[in-house]
T-cell receptor, first 114, second 114 residues
Framework: AQSVTQLDSHVSVSEGTPVLLRCNYS??????LFWYVQHPNKGLQLLLK??????LVKGINGFEAEFKKSETSFHLTKPSAHMSDAAEYFC????????????FGAGTRLFVKA | DTEVTQTPKHLVMGMTNKKSLKCEQH?????MYWYKQKAKKPPELMFV???????INESVPSRFSPECPNSSLLNLHLHALQPEDSALYLC?????????????FGSGTRLTVV
């Protein structure tokens, strides 16, 4: 079975400090992994994706993530938080199990303090 | 055009009403999706259309009826809804159903059933 675990439901950082949002996955198949951001009352926006090429993936707005197969992790990082980064972040796994299946993590709410 | 457009943005309907949600994309994406999102939860898949044919119905009650008139349009017809159906309804599209493609989401329709 496939699963996604976002290890923190809430993360709070100060503006200008690093951001780390943690995601672990479990899959019997070769996964593609994604991070999406959702601002209040908005749709989700794709930040970045891993699809079996480079393990360090750079995305929009200064975010990046590293796929670590040995740790089954895909943590999202940003060197310096901005107030506009305050939002909900979803880690997503997609696999081909004969059909194509997408699993969303429960989400991590990022708070950014001035 | 790199957007998914959803209308209306807000909808209040009574339990005996019939209404429709609309979704449009002009990116040439051949897979289109309806998701339902309750507050503080990840999106839940409702329906998948691939090449304008319904390919997945996640056991959604028949009071929700999807329609894909052409490759750019997706509708969700609503009838006899219940208050627990109140949620943010998100439309999404992607190039295909294969696992490597990320979603482009619309901003959603905030539905309130009274």
């Amino acid at each position: 079975a496939q699963s996604v675990t976002q290890l923190d439901s809430h993360v709070s950082v100060s503006e200008g400090t690093p951001v780390l949002l943690r995601c672990n996955y479990s899959s019997s198949y070769s996964p593609s992994l994604f991070w999406y951001v959702q601002h209040p009352n908005k749709g989700l926006q794709l930040l970045l994706k891993y699809t079996s090429a480079a393990t360090l993936v750079k995305g929009i707005n200064g975010f990046e993530a590293e796929f670590k197969k040995s740790e089954t992790s895909f943590h999202l990082t940003k060197p310096s938080a901005h107030m506009s980064d305050a939002a909900e972040y979803f880690c997503v796994v997609s696999v081909n199990t004969g059909g194509f299946k997408t699993i969303f993590g429960a989400g991590t709410r990022l708070f950014v303090k001035a | 055009d790199t957007e998914v457009t959803q209308t209306p943005k807000h909808l209040v309907m009574g339990m005996t009403n019939k209404k429709s949600l609309k979704c449009e994309q002009h990116m040439g994406h051949r897979a289109m999706y309806w998701y339902k999102q309750k507050a503080k939860k990840p999106p839940e898949l409702m329906f998948v259309y691939s090449y304008e044919k319904l390919s997945i119905n996640e056991s959604v009650p028949s009071r929700f009826s999807p329609e894909c008139p052409n490759s750019s349009l997706l509708n969700l017809h609503l009838h006899a809804l219940q208050p627990e159906d109140s949620a943010l309804y998100l439309c999404a599209s992607r190039t295909g159903v294969e696992k490597d493609y990320g979603y482009t989401f619309g901003s959603g329709t905030r539905l309130t059933v009274v």
